[in-house]
């Protein structure tokens, strides 16, 4: 527990250390990081998925998971999502799984009443063989 | 370069007084992770810069491979 809590903290200093010092403020005061990109505007979250907003609107478009493939502190995720979205923007969304900013309660409904006709009819065709 | 225990350093140099050897055997290193698919970062000032070559003037951070999660 104790070498976890040094390492998101050295984590963190490294992060302080990368960020320019507004970001890094605003990191420090919101726990969020907020970076503009040309797919819109970034804000990363140590426990939350990465929102995408428009840039214009701030409306929500996407949401964005990635993760590095060694186990870490969250915040060298965070680093990692920082420096590929200055640096290789694209490659971070074709790596990236990304997710609809919001799923509509109407979209789940319709879903779950196609899965339930899916299934019922399923159910129909096996008695009818039976 | 991260790591589970937030981040490490691999190798320390001087470029006036490192000698070749030494030098070798870093550029093979960070040729061996970057044919694994990570990332090196040039953080010297705040650079933040994606290099793709190894420099030995740069202050490199090693980034694992990402995936979607």
Partial sequence: MEEQLAAEVKAKNLLRRILPETQWEQFRDTGVLEIHGSHGIYRISPCDLTRVLDAQTRQPRARVCLQLTVPAPVNDRIIAEYLLIQNDEDFYWQTANVFPAVLHNRALVEFLLSALDALLLVLLFSRLQG | ?69
């Fill in chain 2, 1 to 69: 370069m991260l790591c589970a225990a937030g981040d490490k350093v691999i190798a320390e140099w001087d470029t006036d007084e490192i000698s070749p050897d030494r030098l070798t055997e870093i550029e093979t290193e960070f040729k061996e992770k970057m044919a694994a698919g990570w990332f090196a970062v040039d953080i010297h000032d705040k650079r933040n810069k994606l290099i793709r070559e190894f420099d030995p003037d740069a202050e490199i951070l090693l980034i694992p491979r990402v995936q979607g999660g």
